[in-house]
């Protein structure tokens, strides 16, 4: 059963036995290829933190995030992933990827209300600033997402010049 399988999951990353834990992983994404019962997305989220926490590989780490924002942009969790790809890039010294992944990202979502919020909140909190990130303030105001007046606001700071480029 898919719960099983999680913990097996969970077991095989915590004993390092990789082989079986990327078996486990791909069997855990056969059986909730829509994440209906948000199997994937979690499995996806497990082998992001292995990644990031016990291997130190951040690229990849920021591959599993990504995959889980690319495949399920309208899952609740979409924003913790749409940061753990900046997080994770901006530990590999690769953070300047996120801001072209994030904007086409965001360009092929535009329903993807919890996306654009994360994306905007990400680039204020880390100092990045660009019509695309403004855009998805206006949007995710536009969608209810957070605060309408609040993410107008922010939305005018993004707009601005970068006063950090990472």
Not at 25 to 35: A, C, E, G, K
Request: charged share 25%; aromatic share 8%; with cysteine.
């Amino acid at each position: 059963s898919a719960p099983l399988l999680m913990q097996a999951l969970e077991k095989y990353l915590f004993r390092k036995r990789i082989a079986d834990a990327d078996s486990t992983y791909q069997r855990i994404l056969r059986l909730d290829p829509n994440n209906s019962m948000t199997l994937a997305e979690q499995a996806m989220r497990k082998m992001a933190r292995f990644e990031e926490n016990y291997t130190l590989d951040y690229a990849k780490a920021a591959d599993y995030s990504k995959q889980m924002a690319e495949r399920f942009p309208n899952s609740p969790s979409v924003g913790g992933a749409v940061d753990g790809v900046f997080k994770t890039l901006l530990r590999a010294g690769r953070s300047r990827e996120w801001s072209d992944w994030i904007c086409l990202l965001l360009e092929k979502n535009p329903q993807a209300g919890s996306m654009h919020r994360a994306a905007a909140m990400t680039a204020l909190h880390n100092g990045l600033r660009s019509p695309c990130f403004a855009q998805a303030a206006r949007t995710a105001s536009r969608l209810n997402v957070g605060k309408p007046a609040f993410m107008d606001s922010i939305a005018v700071i993004l707009e601005g010049d970068s006063p950090n480029k990472p």
